[in-house]
């Protein structure tokens, strides 16, 4: 240590951290990177266990550090060192920093994987870096023998060497744990290995207990949990690596295709709210049993859980009224982040499992808002960032280093697919992307595994047994940008019949048309079309999605953005160009409109890997300006000006300049009818 | 508050306290109290509705303090005193102290019912006060209504306004008192009582809600828990009041009379620690309805238990393995003190109720002895005194103000009546007094429930219909004794035959003789004799129980005793000249003994009062020696020489100064034979 080392003392250099510091001669390597602040792995806490703590010495000269290293520098390798070369195998040039010891001036270097807190880089559609730093570690620990002339009990044995050794203070345990304690220090000859949970600041709970040294399958699970798709990631938390990833259906759908009908349906039951919360709590242990089976795991191996969502379904997960959400003030039980047991919320995982809850912006605007404020970060941005969360509840973010605002809008389920007649999920099949040729009116477009598109050779033979299935919700997006830029659709939303248009692409179904996109009738397939309700729902999630929107661009006192962020579950897939023909984002040059994939579900992950994160979070939201679109009158106004495609009164020149938008209109005499004509 | 008062204005004196100092005009006596430092008590918070912050202007001459306080010196009764005098009285010349203001030099008298840390005294053998600042307590508030455009949830709330009317933080709640609580402030208007649990320092757990104001009924449970008898007090945590009292034997009594034989179980049967741990629980749920139902509350009133308990009973009670405790070195899962919800232990109280367990010492040294520590403080003493435990396991204290030694002893049931042929627990009909005529061998006796002496007129008819049942725990010790006193019993324990005695009394039955105290044979009843049995099995207990003392005395290095104090829970019952007789304790003057009743279930009580005992135990434990009476190999000797009545080689000159003992020995020839003869 720096109080009782001299200059005369070995000078240590770490790379590539380049950390130095002088040490006493004999302390050991790892002691002399804790001492000087050097992340240096270790799961054994110096035994000669666990292996992660290998550095490579570079002996010498050292110009660049003005010291000369000698081969001796470090102690020799030691009877432990060579049991394990022997056993497990040491790669060459390196060394077990808890066996050398310093014995002269010398170069570390510390490999990447012998770092604690590597970095992960997110394999996604916006690549990102998370400092793994989660709050569930393995910890190895020898006690001293109990000794009944100082007879402290097994656990105030263990907790010693915990302070000691690892400088881990204020743990708690079960009764449950505290009796695998007991057998795993019997059985392990008074060594064990425990998996602790620090996510508070400063105090921990054990969570894992296991006889002598173990590296434990330590998983965590990060929820995005929607009011139509529940998405998870099934994380290795040991090395950050993903190892599954997976959707199911909110089962809830059944109750209420939308959050307030859900709400309703707790007003109207006395059970309601509780059948909710039994069928969500059903629905994320069912999804964890299958990511983990995918892994390759048990469930029992998933030691975290980090949920994002709106807040009735927070509400409803946690088995708190959802009911007062239903109107105003839209008081919520607690906007506070949740840290607890995840069997408190009926999760069959490791049996102390805990489950951490993202803070809630307010009564509208939940943890997966606030999820994207995690992930995106506005508030480190210059230029003005509009992030929109496309999903059955869109959470839309707006600010820049000087303000945040935050809202929800209720757009509806069309964008994920439902309430849109050929709609279905993102699966092999369904159609994700469309063009229709602005002279003949006749489309082309690509399914979901595979890569040609339906109109270049192979294509009918790869659809195979799939075959053209439905539209996904990216796919919808585009199926009605293409159809008002190939002017088959109006400004007001109206598709025209087949004399107006010049295709029987556009046909009659009833009083309104439809265009159909894909005829497998003759295969005994599906026949794909999109109909004129499919538009209106189209309009109105659309409308809802730009009103709130316009709505924090009003309270910025702004007309236009910076940068528009296209987050939500398959918010990858979503092409600006078509976003913005159909009015869902305001205007604004496309290149800087950018797809952050599902943001709500970046955002849980790295409360999954990165403890500071959380604390980051929950100071934020106290930061953002939150906007109740529900209350906002001028909400109402916005709503009704973005019903047309792209909008009514909004000039959207830059986007003109790109595309056409032919000024067809199916709604007067002799150009022929639309959905609003009276009689045909 | 003083730093913004001057001399200037008004200057307050509370009595009985004393506490003075000026406060500014206008300030409500309530928070010139809390300013001052004054204990007031206040369950409303200054909400004018609870009256428990009642006080007692003085106005006039008050030469003492040197201040005249006029009428006008507070502000005259206002319409929040004048409706609660209408509604539920006010007793003449007092006022409500959040209501009442300081605008003048006044003195005012907090009486005793309107502090919060009122003395309860104990009704038992030893009379201690027990300052009442108990974990749970009721509180109330009234929080600001949910806000949209400021969007904090109930919770949030309910932790400000708990923070700045009762200066609370740091609190923790549960997913189902959430859900309470949203309910509760719907239903009482955004005002609500709380039940909080402050057991740990600092740090606080809701477990109760109620809309409005609300006196809840808050009780509390001390557990004595033995290996033969569990007792028990059911206390109002608001009063202090003890509201039933009641005792159970221990079910685990099946798998083994004592401690050891239960150990053995657990090791011999797989789910063995298991059935003994279900089995203890269920006793104490039965016991705790059991009590409740006779205080006329229910079993969800009862808010706190506090256990004391040997470390065996301690590991069966909390599901750990106890076995390790069978042999040297005797590991505890742990030692230290525990604050756990009940429910994690099986009980059924309240859904939220705490238990507190009082740490242990060593591994043979329970909290039981620590209970007793606290409530017979030897370490505050400075007689040197030596504090004996009795029950199926002995815990023993040895100290004055220098140190304190502790060590436990098995001694057996037979103290507790088992394992005596005409043994009992202490109910109506046993024998608890008996005293034989050293020159007729005639006995008489008292029994349980009856005022009159066997001898004395009106016995016969008082004893009804119980009748003469069997001998109790003190009983058993006096009849010994007076055996030992009156000349039929010689000092190596054997009973003497008639022609030896000169009394029919004593009666052959097999091999050995008795000694009848009753017959009732004629009116159908019992025939109630000490066996040579008894005797034995009295004597293997009071060996082990003075070997203990003795090992401690040796330990201190000390020869005598200046106090003794005898405890246990017939403690209260158990004449110390007869005690001193059987040698159970060392001989001392008879004046230096006393009885202190149930010194454990006392410390309990003390525990689940006053929490800053706790903390006082919890630091007293690591101060006390222990010693393991186990693996001493001293233990022995002193046992063996422990045998005789009242002992091999200890003089016991103070007693033989009082009381006879006659140097009979009925092993000889021709004095009769004993117990030893070889053939009859």
Known sequence: MSSETSAKD??????????????????????????????????????????????????GDHS?????????ALSPVNAVERAFDEKRGIKPGHRMSCQARVLADVVIDVPAESQVHKQVVRKAATTRVIEMDPATRALYVEVVPADMHTPTGDWERVQEELKTSWQVENIAISLAMLTKLQTALINGKNAITLALNSAH????????????????????????????????????????EV??????????????????SRVSYA???????????????????QLAAELADEAGIAPEDIFEIVVVMNPVMHHL?????????????????????????????????????????????????????????????????????????????????????????????????????????????????????????????????????????????????????????????SGIIEAVAEMRMAG????????????????????????????????????????ITVTQGDIRAIQLAKSALYAGARLLM?????????????????????????????????????????????????GAQIALLNRASRREIEALVHEITKVETAIEPRFQEHFVNANALPHATDPFTGLRELVPLPEVNFNAGETGGGGRRRRR
């Open 243 to 260: 190892k599954a990833s997976g959707g199911v259906m909110n089962p809830q759908i059944r109750f209420g295709e939308d959050l307030m």
């Open 10 to 59: 070995p000078l240590v250099i770490f790379t590539p951290s380049g950390k130095r510091g002088h040490v006493s001669a004999g302390t050991t390597v790892l002691q002399a990177a804790r001492d000087l602040g050097v992340d240096v792995d270790s799961v054994c806490g110096g035994h000669g266990i666990c292996s992660k703590c290998m550095v490579r010495p570079s002996f």
């Open 317 to 473: 997960l946690l088995g708190l009224d959802p009911v007062p959400l239903g109107q105003a003030p839209f008081a919520l039980a607690t906007n506070a982040a949740l840290d607890l047991p995840a069997s408190d919320i009926g999760l069959s995982l490791a049996a102390e499992a805990q489950a951490y809850i993202l803070p809630l912006i307010a009564g509208h605007v939940g943890a997966d808002a606030a999820a994207v404020a995690l992930s995106e970060a506005p508030q480190k941005q210059d230029p003005l960032t509009l992030i929109v969360d496309v999903g059955t509840n869109a959470e839309i973010l707006l600010g820049n280093k000087a303000r945040v605002l935050a809202c929800s809008s209720p757009t509806g389920p069309a964008f994920e697919g439902a309430q849109i007649s050929s709609g279905q999920r993102a699966a092999n099949g369904a159609i994700e992307r469309i063009e229709i040729d602005p002279v003949t009116k006749e489309p082309r477009f690509r399914i979901i595994g595979v890569k040609q598109w339906s109109d270049e050779p192979g294509f009918d033979r790869k659809i195979g047994r799939t075959g053209v299935t439905g539209i996904c919700g």
């Open 267 to 285: 007003m109207m039951n006395p059970d309601g709210a509780a059948e909710m919360t039994k069928a969500v709590r059903e629905a994320l242990n």
């Open 554 to 602: 009003d309270e910025f006192g702004v007309d236009t953005v910076d940068r528009v962020v296209l987050a939500g579950a398959f918010g990858a897939h979503i092409s600006p160009k078509h976003a913005m023909v159909l009015g869902m984002i305001p205007d604004c040059p496309l290149e800087h409109v950018t797809s952050a994939g599902n943001a709500a579900g970046t």
């Open 201 to 240: 600041d400063g105090a921990s709970k054990v969570v894992g207990v296991w006889p002598g040294f173990h590296e434990p399958a330590l998983y965590g699970l990060a929820v995005d949990l929607g009011s139509t798709t529940v998405a998870a990631h099934l994380t290795d938390l040991t090395t950050g």
């Open 488 to 527: 088959v659709l109006d400004a007001n939303g109206l598709i025209g019949g087949p004399e107006a248009t010049g295709t029987t692409r556009c046909r009659a179904t009833g009083r309104t048309y439809e265009y159909v996109i894909y005829d497998g009738s003759a295969q005994g397939g599906p026949v």
């Open 64 to 72: 660049k550090h003005g010291i000369h290293a000698d081969a001796e």
